[in-house]
């Protein structure tokens, strides 16, 4: 198990469901997948990065629905919640799945967490039905707070509520990496008001209240398509 899989492990184990997002964070998302992936009626989809479950309202309206994640204690909850759903506790790099097995693929936050973006994106696209589509949504290194709060190079970094190896990422990281994986019709926009519900326990969480504000300006202003708090990612396999 790696460091990340233990750390949301013992997140998992200390307050139970892992639910970073206020329900309007959630319809944000939601939204925004419609939009740039329009899954058709009864589309399988896998949720790499499901948590407890949370990110499965993003997905609602996809059709047939398995949620892989490799916190075993996160997957146990999501089953003890949401009981008619495929739960799989798993690696995202090596996928429990045959070939053309989903029409839509989605990194629920997660292609920050990895050292090797590209190998998880091959195994999406080894695992897409021709035509299949890939989205994903990360933390935006353009924006303001990521930059200077949640990447380890800023001298103003903490590391609370920050597992071991994620770096928030620059949307031409995730499109070269979505490039090399072999997908294509790569479309990218940065997505602001995503309030947060919770990031850590002190400071930080005193602030939510400022930085969500800030934040749906930022939407509202129009700002958000670049410097938006989350990267929003999707792209097609060709064949």
């Known amino acids: 198990m790696n460091r990340d ?13 892992f639910d970073p997002f206020t329900e309007a964070g959630w ?10 992936v329009a899954a058709p009626a009864g589309a399988r989809l896998l949720d790499i ?11 609602a309206r996809a059709g047939r ?13 999501a089953r003890s ?5 495929l739960w799989l506790g798993g690696d995202a790099l090596q996928l429990p799945f045959a070939e053309r097995s989903f029409d839509v693929v989605a990194f629920s936050s ?16 080894r695992v897409l039905r021709p035509g299949g589509r890939v989205f994903a949504f990360d933390p935006n290194l353009l924006h303001p707070a990521m930059a200077l709060f949640r990447h380890p190079a800023s001298p ?53 209240p400022l930085y969500n504000a800030a934040d749906w ?8 398509r670049w410097l938006g708090s989350f990267v929003l990612t999707a792209a097609r396999r060709a064949d």
């Not at 899989?5 to 469901?17: K, N, Q, R, S």
């Open 156 to 208: 103003l970094y903490r590391p609370e509520g920050v597992s071991p190896d994620e770096r928030p990422l620059l949307a031409s990281q995730l499109a070269r990496s979505f490039r090399e994986a072999g997908l294509t019709d790569i479309r990218q926009r940065a997505q602001a008001n995503i309030p947060y519900r919770q990031v850590a326990v002190g400071a930080l969480d005193r602030l939510l």
């Open 65 to 77: 629905y398995a949620g892989l994640d490799h916190s075993f204690a996160a997957v146990r909850y």
């Open 81 to 85: 919640v949401h009981a008619t759903e």
């Open 27 to 36: 319809r944000t998302l939601a939204k925004a997948f419609e939009t740039m």
């Open 49 to 59: 990065g499901c948590g407890t479950g949370s990110s499965r309202t993003i997905y």
């Open 110 to 125: 997660v292609l920050h967490h990895l050292p090797d973006r590209t190998v998880a994106l091959r195994e999406a696209l």
């Open 217 to 224: 300006l930022m939407d509202r202003t129009g700002i958000g």
């Open 5 to 17: 899989a233990e750390w949301f492990d013992a997140l998992v184990h200390d307050g139970g469901a």
